[in-house]
């Protein structure tokens, strides 16, 4: 498996104006990262409307440090119109460009917040791009995350059955009872079924012992998991701590990577 950073964990150098987007990218190749995940509103120069020179210098400047973009993550949502929810057509609009967004990037996996009750909703939205993703070479990486249980995801994936709509699993889905903004709490077990449809990860970690360990999160056994089932995709450690308490990101990045390494190498 591939292991990398999502630049949300360098969420608080960003919010205080110390990073750009080009410097944590070469930080996180500095520590050692094989990829790393690229949220859309809050590290692409322009956005919402960015310019594809852009989108070309960050896709330009990863590889030439031997890295991956591993996702490219975006927001979906219904109510961003002041006067009216958008409409299923201006959604599927919308999703098809950032289809194309994604693939110009060279990022396998697009990852859009989006899950919508009932889970039909959710299922017909993406059937619509279905041909969209093939045409692009993009996989739809549904996020496994609160407040939704594990099947609601099971469900979707399997109605609509395709190569190109797989999942994002967020490792907070089995975090303990005392992590931080806790919804609810899954078995270990619930991973299991939907193993064969993770192409990429979301190492979640909000804080860290005196041994480096995440201790409301079992990485060992999640890591431990997806190595026996021979997940060959790819993980992005994802520090959300910065929420909590503010410091400099390089000291969090790198602890939280050295777990990734202890049990995903």
């Given at each position: ?16 104006g ?5 410097d ?11 990829g790393?995940e690229?949220?859309a ?49 201006e ?13 110009h ?7 859009p917040a989006?899950?919508?009750?009932p ?13 969209d993703l093939?045409?692009h070479g ?30 994002v ?51 060992k ?5 997806l190595?026996?089932?021979?997940f ?9 701590g910065?929420i ?22």
């Amino acid at each position: 498996m591939k292991l990398g950073l999502s630049l949300y964990t360098f969420g608080a150098d960003f919010h205080a104006g110390r990073t750009t987007v080009h410097d944590a990218i070469r930080k996180a190749a500095e520590i050692g990262c094989d990829g790393v995940e690229i949220i859309a509103e809050q590290h692409i120069p322009g956005w919402p409307n960015p310019s594809l020179d852009d989108l070309a210098d960050i896709r330009d400047l990863v590889a030439s440090l031997g890295m991956e973009i591993f996702c490219f993550s975006c927001y979906f949502g219904k109510n961003i119109r002041s006067d009216r929810p958008q409409s299923f057509d201006e959604l599927v609009h919308h999703a098809k460009r950032m289809i194309a967004l994604t693939a110009h990037l060279g990022a396998p996996v697009m990852r859009p917040a989006f899950n919508a009750e009932p889970v039909s909703q959710l299922i017909d939205f993406v059937k619509a791009v279905l041909p969209d993703l093939e045409k692009h070479g993009v996989i739809w990486g549904v996020e496994l995350h609160a407040p939704h249980p594990p099947s609601y995801y099971q469900e979707a994936l399997e109605a609509v059955e395709s190569p190109w709509f797989r999942l994002v699993p967020d490792f907070s889905c089995w975090q303990g009872p005392n992590a931080p903004g806790q919804i609810q709490t899954n078995e270990l077990s619930t991973f299991l079924p939907l193993l064969k449809y993770a192409v990429h990860c979301h190492g979640k970690a909000h804080m860290f012992d005196a041994n480096g360990e995440e201790p409301n999160t079992p990485y060992k056994e999640l890591l431990g998991m997806l190595a026996a089932h021979g997940f060959k995709g790819s993980i992005a450690g994802e520090y959300e701590g910065w929420i909590i308490h503010d410091e400099p990101s390089e000291r969090p990045a790198r602890t939280l990577f050295k777990l990734l390494e202890k049990y995903g190498r």
